[in-house]
């Protein structure tokens, strides 16, 4: 007895190979732009064509989930697709940044049966050859708890992302999106003004760089392409974060100048460093148990919401 | 036979403790203000006391090299004994900035047999308990060449620092203050920032925190009283890194705002990580052969700064 195929993927890429790999080639079929990715899906014993009205007009007839995984730039070509081939399938998306896939899937009308996810997990490399099955394991996968969700589609995402190894957290898209804004793109203009602030200074400085500089420079590896394409799209919610964090760092300097100490911002940081590590500490025991939601039950978005804003895992039921 | 200890170490905490526990109890002797401490090293098999007249009174008779290893605020205090009971003996430190060390060994006159030293290497923990013999294995231990330095005690210094494990690299102190404040008292003051940053977004956020921000605010989890301890005495060299940094941080913002792109930041804040990385790399490799330098040949002084400058290891001959 053959298990129908109910995840469609297109781009098959880091992502969205590693997703398939993780779910399998009996659940997954897909889609990718160039040929080599495609190519060596295919080697590897999953389904995956370079015809995408076909994909998509077989995952509608399955009423199989889409996860567009393809980088942002492509986005809208893709959706175009969708809207033309499969306008009423369920619809998710990998991308890094969730208010402009938002807006690009209400512009053709695709959202009834869209919720957006992320997950948080990812190394330097691309492509189908850089795919993990394990690559979702034990990482934090978000899935949109927007307005007028559809709760059978918010179901097949938290499901998808649990199957994957992942734990879910549920927020809006626009929370997400000033998230990640401060842990994860503020950190990134970050490393690269200390790379930069050190290379300034020569072989002497490299030669004498230690750990700190290692380990606070580390993301400054990516390709430049890549760092771009993952903060400038969330523009809107990095550009307050980092005017924010130029005060801090302004007041910081202000105080070194005419006290001699860096001042509040020693402790404030180390503050949340610890408020860091105790989260993690928390869910590395294990001591909070997921938070079980019904999609489509009263109050069912701001259960999700409200478990996001504390940092609870979720689960769907029923 | 016995051999002769040549090494008096003042401040048996983590970076001096572990310079006796390196060199082993037949090199050393040392003193330490807290009785604890000196009790620890004593049952460890060291010859470690709480009375510094006598011990620096012994340093002067046996000639040994004198190893400041006291934080920067007990400083003056022990220099100021030193200047009573063994004025004209040599003598380094291994505090983590060098000019306000210099000026104070200055003031008192101490600077005939002065070179000043820094090995980077640490943990974020302190006292005898944490030492470790291996603590300066494969380390970078920067040692002064500033004008005037005596050759004998750069050299003793220099070998103090080989026999402990650690590579050695030189600069003068105003050099090796400028780059510290690049390579690491910046990297402390942005994981403070990016840490804050996180921490203001709640646990949402926190919960969202992954790999990159972990790495990122790492050394926000040091002690600040540390922190401050070690950046704030660096104040005229970290000044202007900081804002340097805070221009770049502004470009970046601006281009973010104005036309969508971080701008050259991401691409020359990569270009810098790529040259660490290749540093690295030779070290690990060891392509380069340290610099051989007798110390007091004409030139030498010039012959270290070079090699500094180029962040090339050398090594004390003849």
Chains 1, 2 share one sequence.
Not at 76 to 93: N, S
Not at 107 to 120: D, E, Q, T
Not at 210 to 224: E, I, W, Y
Not at 249 to 257: C, I, N, P, V
Request: charged letters at 20%; glycine letters at 12%; a negative charge.
């Amino acid at each position: 007895m053959t298990v129908a195929a109910d995840v469609c993927v297109l781009g098959v890429g880091l992502i969205g190979g590693s997703l398939m790999r993780a779910l399998g080639p009996e659940r997954t079929f897909g889609w990718n732009r160039s040929a080599p990715n495609a190519e060596a899906a295919t080697a590897a014993g999953f389904d995956v064509t370079t015809d995408l009205p076909s994909t998509l007009r077989r995952a509608a007839e399955a009423d199989a989930l889409v996860v567009v995984g393809v980088p942002l730039p492509a986005l809208d070509a893709v959706l175009d697709a969708v809207a033309e081939h499969a306008p009423t399938v369920a619809l998710t998306d990998v991308i890094s940044v969730k208010g402009p896939v938002l807006d690009a899937v209400r512009r053709r009308g695709l959202h009834a049966r869209f919720v957006g996810g992320h997950p948080m997990a990812g190394t330097a490399h691309s492509g189908w050859n850089a795919t993990d099955p394990d690559l979702f394991r034990g990482a934090t996968w978000f899935v949109a708890a927007d307005d007028d969700a559809d709760p059978d589609t918010w179901g097949r995402v938290a499901r998808l992302a649990l199957d994957g190894g992942a734990r879910v957290i549920s927020a809006t898209s626009a929370d997400h999106d000033t998230a990640v804004a401060r842990i994860s793109h503020l950190g990134h203009v970050l490393a690269e003004a200390l790379a930069l602030a050190g290379g300034r200074g020569g072989d002497l400085a490299l030669a004498l760089a230690a750990g700190s500089f290692r380990d606070g420079t580390r993301v400054a590896g990516t390709a430049p392409d890549l760092v771009r394409a993952i903060c400038e799209p969330n523009r809107d919610a990095l550009l307050p974060v980092l005017d924010e964090c130029l005060a801090d760092l302004g007041a910081a300097r202000a105080a070194l100048a005419e006290q001699g100490t860096l001042g509040a911002l020693v402790d404030d940081g180390n503050h949340a460093r610890h408020a860091y590590e105790n989260a993690q500490a928390t869910r590395a025991g294990g001591d909070t148990r997921p938070l079980e939601v019904t999609p489509g039950t009263a109050g069912w978005l701001e259960a999700l919401r409200e478990a996001g804003a504390a940092g609870r895992e979720v689960k769907p039921v029923g």
